[in-house]
């Protein structure tokens, strides 16, 4: 049960990581203000 837990935290975290890049692009493509996301992703990568 637990494992299936943490396998569906994965997936939605994985989901909503590739939504948030679409909406904003991907971090070397700096249109308009600097955000701090952009920062994030830029970091993490």
């Not at 049960?1 to 070397?28: C, E, F, R």
């Amino acid at each position: 049960m637990q494992k299936q837990l943490v396998a569906w935290t994965i997936l939605t975290s994985a989901l909503l990581a590739v939504a948030v890049w679409t909406v904003l692009g991907p971090p070397d493509h700096q249109a308009g203000p600097h955000l701090p996301s952009r920062d994030l992703t830029a970091s993490v990568r």
